[in-house]
Nanobody, 124 residues
Framework: QVQLVESGGGLVQAGGSLRLSCAASGRTLSNDAMAWFRQAPGKEREIVAAISQSGGATYYADSVKGRFIVSRDNTKNTMYLQLNSLKHEDTAVYYC?????????????????WGQGTQVTVSS
């Protein structure tokens, strides 16, 4: 059974930074692409960033490009998302996923497993 546990969310002022972590157990992630999704109140869940198995390829949604950085440490079975220059519209529950990247460097990512999510709230 794969378990993904996100941490690092919280309340931050606009312009601030957070670092989210996603720790996996029950599965070695070095063979899996991973991604971060988010869902804001009243909105559909959307992909934020994705990263290939080795970390050599990434994707970012236009809304976060230049502000967020996705990375992974396969030795720790962990993925990260550095959130910089946060805006009020970044407020959402952020989810970690493991899945199939159908077309690398695009948003065509098919999640297979989900974490429980971590809340990020940006005050304006």
């Amino acid at each position: 059974q794969v378990q993904l546990v996100e941490s690092g969310g919280g309340l931050v002022q606009a312009g601030g930074s957070l670092r989210l972590s996603c720790a996996a157990s029950g599965r070695t992630l070095s063979n899996d692409a991973m991604a971060w999704f988010r869902q804001a109140p009243g909105k559909e869940r959307e992909i934020v960033a994705a990263i290939s198995q080795s970390g050599g390829a990434t994707y970012y949604a236009d809304s976060v490009k230049g502000r967020f950085i996705v990375s992974r440490d396969n030795t720790k079975n962990t993925m990260y998302l550095q959130l910089n220059s946060l805006k009020h519209e970044d407020t959402a529950v952020y989810y970690c996923t493991v899945g199939a990247w159908l077309v690398v460097t695009t948003k065509a990512f098919h999640p297979l497993f989900w974490g429980q999510g971590t809340q990020v709230t940006v005050s304006s």
